[in-house]
Structure formats: structure tokens, C-alpha cells
């Protein structure tokens, strides 16, 4: 059965830090690339970083430049984003996902074509 399970959100003060993990049973993430998105309330999904399968090429979208860092361990089968500097308007359901395509600047249609399977998210809440 194919899994793709999040973790690691919750509550944190801005300024603050949380990583994010994603872990895939069912099958092998080292062949797809895995994107991370979110959510925010009211608004439409949007890509925050991508990193490939092949050489581990990152990209991020522009709004958390220097401030995230996504990570990938194939032995553990499970991708990995570290959020620093976190603010108010980081609060969304964060999700995971194993696609074809590194790219965060996908449209949510075509998040939906690109990328495969998708965990099932989980909330950053970033408030004082």
C-alpha cells in the first residue's frame, strides 16, 4: 500500500523553527522527485520547494529563499523541510508529494498532473 505520511507541524512563535518530515511506504522515493506545498486558508496551493531524483537539485520558491531548506534521505525513504524565521503568513497545511517535475511554480491543475501521490498534510501554525 502507498503511503506518504507528514509530520513535524504545530505551533510555533514567529522567529521560530520547525522541520518537517515525509515518509513514503509503498514505494521508493528516490525515483521521483518529492515537492513540498501548502495551503492557506482561503487561498490556492503553491509550491514551496522541489528537489530531484537524480543529482538532489533544489529549488525554492521565492517567498522562502533563505529561509527553508528541504533535504532528502533515500536510506530512510523519507524527505525532510527545515523552516527557519517562520512568520504569520507561513501558517498553511503543509503538504508532500512525488512527482516528475521540480518545479514550485506549477499552478495547482498542474501540481495535480505532475505529482503522483500526496500525503495527507499537516498544519504549521506560526502565531504569537
Known amino acids: 500500500q502507498v503511503q506518504f505520511v507528514e509530520s513535524g507541524g504545530g505551533l510555533v512563535q514567529p522567529g521560530g523553527s520547525l522541520r518537517l518530515s515525509c515518509a513514503a511506504s509503498g514505494f521508493t522515493l528516490d525515483n521521483y522527485v518529492i515537492g513540498w506545498f501548502r495551503r492557506a486558508p482561503g487561498k490556492e496551493r503553491e509550491g514551496v520547494s522541489c528537489?530531484?531524483?537524480?543529482?538532489?537539485?533544489?529549488e525554492y520558491a521565492d517567498s522562502v529563499e533563505g529561509r527553508v531548506t528541504i533535504s532528502r534521505d533515500n536510506a530512510e525513504n523519507t524527505v525532510y523541510l527545515q523552516m527557519n524565521s517562520l512568520k504569520p503568513e507561513n501558517t498553511a497545511e503543509y503538504y508532500c508529494a512525488a512527482g516528475q517535475v521540480c518545479s514550485v511554480y506549477a499552478n495547482e491543475m498542474i501540481q495535480g498532473i505532475v505529482y503522483k501521490y500526496w500525503g495527507q498534510g499537516t498544519q504549521v501554525t506560526v502565531s504569537s
Open positions: 528537489i530531484s531524483s537524480s543529482d538532489g537539485t533544489t
